[in-house]
Each structure stands twice: as C-alpha cells, then as structure tokens.
C-alpha cells in the first residue's frame, strides 16, 4: 500500500512537469510566432504555464465541484450519508473529507483534491435514492479507499491538465491556421509553418492520447479501491452489488466532462458503459462485471 501511495505521488510529479512543458512549448510558440514578442515569449511562456499547473493543483477541488454544482452534505438533509462517511474514516484511520451532493438522477460518485486532509467525496441524489444503506456504504468506502491512496491527486490533477492542454493545442492549431502562421519575415512563417503542422497533427492524436493516459492511470486504481473500500467494510458483496445496480442504470449524467471522467466510480458515459467492445479499448474504468467478480472472488 505504501509502494502504491508512492508511486501515485511520483506518477503526479512527472505528469504535472510533461504538460508543464507542453504548455510552455504551446504558449512559447503562439507568443513567438503570432505575437511577435521575441525573447519575452519564454519567460510569458513559463509564468502562464506555472499559474495553469499551480492553479490546477492548489484548486483541483474547487474546479471539479465547480462543474458539477455540487452543495455541502448536511446532517440534517442526509443524516444517512454523514453517518456512513464517520464509521469509515474511523475504520480506515483517516481525516473526514467534506461530503458534497449533486442533485442529478444518475447513480454515480467521485473523490477529489489534492491531499487526505483537502479532500471531498460527492455522490449523487440518484445514488442515495436508489441504494440501500450497506450498497451506499460499499460506494462511500470505495472512494473513501482513492482518498486514502492518493488516486484523487493523481486522477483529478491528470484529468485537468490532459483536458486543457488539449485544448491549449486545438486553440494554437487554428489560431495558426486563421493567420497563416504569422511571422514577420520568411524564417519566422517557415517555422511557424512548421509549428502549425505539428499542431494539426497533435489536435488529432491529442484527444485519443489523453483518453489512453487516462485509462492507463485509472484502470488498475479501480480495482485497488474495490479491494481496500470492501477491508473498510468487511463486505464486499455490499460493493458488488451497489456496482450492479449503477451499472444497469441508463439515466446519463447532467453535469460531466471529459476531464473528470476518470475520477466518477464507474463512467458516466452511458455509450462506453453499455458497449463492450468500447468499453474494453477505451473506457476509463475497467468492466463491471470483471470488478464485481473480483469482489466476490475476495477472501
């Protein structure tokens, strides 16, 4: 458990400085060739990138909640869900992480921030609605288990990043391409033709890379909480069965993105969700049915 909580920090780390520095190329390239600021671009490149990066990690929680339109838990709206999340923090030794609803049909639930003491489990009012208290139970250990791993620093910081330096991309590529590449003299619009065309060719293969990263973070992560939530419990057939019941469920989420995909306990992409053979290449999550026989497979 201590390798996986390392590794996670570490796989955070080098995530945050790889899109550090797409960003600054992006940003240098844009302030260089179609802003003309010259030997400025570097600097305007490093300050912008550091605010987006900081930003994203000191505010991950925020943004996220920000999204959804999640409120604050209360005992006395939902007594039930307050209850649940005390026995667990003290079954698994860990700080109350501030409980948030989302008025959305769907049954679904995520954890986020960027440290056991910063951070928020949400569910959704679907999600109290349609589970019965050990089910609920089962969901609330499970994200309570991301929390307790450092998965929600690695899945909410990643997703974030990934999400808006594709963006930050598709923005230079037609940038590039409504000017012309810019350039006041012909070795600047030879590279900013240079520029522009890898810009083309990432704004194709960026989303597909992005939603691969993903998946590669997140998969194995699923499983691992699955796992650590059912030893909070001592009931992992409560989780298997809560996983059933949102699996089958067909109400579509309201309030998502991709960039928050990975973070929910199981896709809130009807489409990928309900499509095996999508499921299997590009799914964030792994496949119900093979975490719900691992449940049950538990010993």
Not at 66 to 85: F, G, V, W, Y
Not at 207 to 227: H, T, V, W, Y
Not at 238 to 266: C, D, F, H
Request: charged content about 20%.
């Amino acid at each position: 458990m201590f390798q996986a909580v390392g590794a996670n920090k570490t796989k955070t780390t080098l995530i945050v400085a790889l899109i550090f520095v797409f960003f600054a190329a992006i940003i240098y390239a844009i302030s260089f060739f179609l802003l003309d600021l010259g030997y400025l671009s570097a600097i305007f490149a490093i300050v912008i990138s550091f605010i987006v990066s900081f930003g994203t990690y000191w505010n991950s929680d925020k943004i996220v909640l920000s999204i959804h339109k999640a409120r604050p838990a209360t005992p006395e709206q939902d007594r039930k869900l307050t209850n649940i999340l005390e026995g667990l923090c003290i079954a698994a030794g860990t700080p109350k992480p501030r409980l948030y609803v989302m008025e959305d049909r769907a049954l679904n639930a995520f954890a986020t921030g960027r440290s056991p003491k910063k951070a928020v489990i949400c569910v959704t009012t679907g999600l109290l609605d349609n589970l019965d208290y050990y089910q609920l139970e089962g969901v609330v250990a499970h994200e309570l288990a991301h929390i307790k791993n450092y998965d929600i620093l690695l899945q909410t910081v990643a997703g974030i990043m990934i999400g808006s330096a594709i963006i930050a991309a598709r923005s230079a590529s037609r940038i590039m391409m409504r000017t012309g590449g810019g350039g006041s003299n012909n070795n600047k619009g030879a590279a900013a033709l240079v520029i522009m065309a890898v810009g083309l060719v990432f704004m194709i293969v960026a989303p597909i890379a992005g939603q691969f990263l993903k998946m590669l973070l997140s998969r194995n992560r699923e499983f691992l909480a699955d796992a650590k939530g059912a030893e909070f419990t001592r009931n992992p057939e409560a989780l298997a069965s809560a996983l059933e019941r949102i699996g089958g469920s067909a109400i579509p989420l309201q309030r998502t993105s991709n960039a928050t995909e990975s973070m929910y306990i199981v896709t809130p992409c009807l489409e990928t969700r309900f499509n095996k053979k999508k499921s299997s290449l590009f799914s964030t999550h792994p496949p119900i049915e093979k975490r719900v026989e691992a449940l049950r497979n538990l010993r």
